[in-house]
């Protein structure tokens, strides 16, 4: 955090009261990253290829969610400062965009470049996204370990 807290100043955006909002969205991902590596140590413990499969399917679902491109910009496009349209993206509606924010990873990507970048407070589909899937990955990830902590090392 420290280094891209660096990198995002050096780019030209300064602290806002925003970034107070860091840890926030920190904890909410942990939360969620919790629940899931629960889910997948018990799935690693019975089914063996479950290491094979999980690198590309992880690294697919990062490249969906707008690591590397704002899902807003690429889906609906920038607002022209003319006509106030959008240009320049693929030209769907903005229900397409939301749609896209209820995945996890792309409502925390969005969370942190909004109050990072943008200086504005998250949308509210992007807070409640995230608060959605930390709380049910959390519970969900120690219900599903749990239910089989009898057999854990059992062989």
Not at 2 to 14: C, D, N, P, S, Y
Request: glycine content about 10%; overall charge neutral.
């Amino acid at each position: 955090m420290g280094v891209l807290l660096v990198l995002v100043v050096v780019m030209g955006e300064f602290p806002t009261w925003f970034w107070l909002l860091i840890p926030v969205a920190l904890l909410l991902q942990t939360m969620f990253n919790i629940g899931l590596s629960l889910v997948l140590a018990r799935l690693g413990a019975s089914l063996r290829d479950v290491n094979q499969l999980l690198p590309f399917v992880l690294r697919t679902w990062l490249y969906a969610s707008g690591v590397f491109y704002s899902i807003q910009y690429k889906i609906v496009g920038y607002p022209d400062p003319v006509t106030g349209r959008p240009v320049g993206g693929a030209g769907l509606p903005q229900w397409v965009a939301d749609v896209m924010y209820l995945n996890t990873a792309a409502s925390t990507i969005e969370f942190m470049r909004d109050i990072l970048i943008h200086a504005y407070s998250p949308r509210p589909l992007v807070w409640l996204s995230c608060a959605f899937w930390a709380v049910a990955g959390l519970i969900s990830g120690l219900w599903y370990f749990w239910r089989a902590e009898d057999t854990y090392g059992r062989g």
